[in-house]
């Protein structure tokens, strides 16, 4: 079982910018998507990004543009770039991952089955 790690969030006025880190405790490789996901209070976790190590990513639109998601394998780490955040950025984050079903990766967070402990972000306008 791939355990999870999240960190880097924290309190960032709009417009600011902030990286956040997972630590997986092993290498998932191709065989695995990754992605971030958050949940802001009373509304449904979302899909932001995902990404598999062939270079696959996507993107919701609600953060294309402004998030860049990226991994360095040697470090087992994902990474999620934020910029030009927004008061509505507010949630917690988290990453997750799957097993790698076809070439596309989902964004739905209901198709992933490993879960860090999530960080969370808050964006003051």
């Known amino acids: 079982q791939v355990h999870l790690v999240e960190s880097g969030g924290g309190s960032v006025q709009s417009g600011g910018s902030l990286r956040l880190s997972c630590a997986a405790s092993e290498y998932t490789g191709n065989g695995y998507c990754m992605g971030w996901f958050r949940q802001a209070p009373v509304k449904e976790r979302e899909g932001l990004a995902v990404?598999?190590?062939?270079?696959?990513?996507r993107y919701a639109d609600s953060v294309k543009g402004r998030f860049t998601i990226s991994q360095d394998n040697a470090k087992n780490t994902l990474y999620l770039q934020m910029n030009s955040l927004k008061p509505e950025d507010t949630a917690m984050y988290y990453c997750?991952?799957?097993?790698?079903?076809?070439?596309?990766?989902?964004?739905?967070?209901?198709?992933?089955?490993?879960w860090g402990q999530g960080t969370q972000v808050t964006v003051s306008s």
């Open positions: 990404t598999a190590t062939d270079g696959m990513i």
């Open positions: 997750a991952t799957r097993r790698r079903s076809g070439w596309w990766c989902p964004l739905h967070p209901g198709e992933y089955n490993y």
